[in-house]
Structures are given as structure tokens and as C-alpha cells.
């Protein structure tokens, strides 16, 4: 696994790996690769847990589906002209554990 700022992705214990195989291997032709930095700004801690793509994508001008981004990451598309760390603030006021803003 890539290290990123001295630190490494890893599994919880109860994450069935056989399953995550088969995932992976049919998410292999459409993900090809991932690259993440931390953010610089905000706790820099391992996390693990549920996802969940905000609806609209770019979170603005504000996320509608806050009830199912609760206790999860929200996912959020880059774009739009909504700085990062306003996409992050905006996830964070509906209750989410963590940011992934996604760029393509």
C-alpha cells in the first residue's frame, strides 16, 4: 500500500477480506488508481469507515441529503468554483466523520 505522510491505509479486523477481493477485482478495469494527499488543514488521524456520496456532487450551495452523510464520509466532487475547504466545512455541519473530494 502507498504510505502517505508516514502513514498506512489498513483493515479493521472484522472487514471480510475474500469479499474485498472480489471487489477489487471487479473495480480493477474501472479504478485504476489513487492518488490522495491530507488535506492541510483539520485532524491528520487513520479512519475507517462508511461512505457516502453527497448529493448535489460539489455540495453546493448546500448538502440535501444530510441525514445519509451522518456518521460517514462523505464523498464530494470537486468543482463548481467551491474551495475545498468550504466542501469540508459544509460536510462537517451535517456530521460527517471524514472528506474524500474526488477530482477527475
Known sequence: ???MAGRRASLAP???KSALGALNQRRSK??????A?????G???DLIGAVKRVE?????????????????????????GV????QA???QQVGAIGVVVVRQ
Open 83 to 86: 474551495p475545498f475547504m468550504l
Open 89 to 91: 466545512w459544509r460536510a
Open 30 to 35: 474501472e479504478l485504476q488508481s489513487l492518488r
Open 43 to 45: 485532524a491528520m488521524t
Open 14 to 16: 472484522d472487514v471480510d
Open 1 to 3: 500500500m502507498e504510505r
Open 37 to 41: 494527499k491530507w488535506a492541510l488543514f
Open 56 to 80: 448535489p456532487p460539489t455540495a453546493h450551495p448546500r448538502i440535501r441529503n444530510d441525514d445519509e452523510v451522518k456518521d460517514r464520509v462523505a464523498i464530494i466532487d470537486a468543482g463548481d
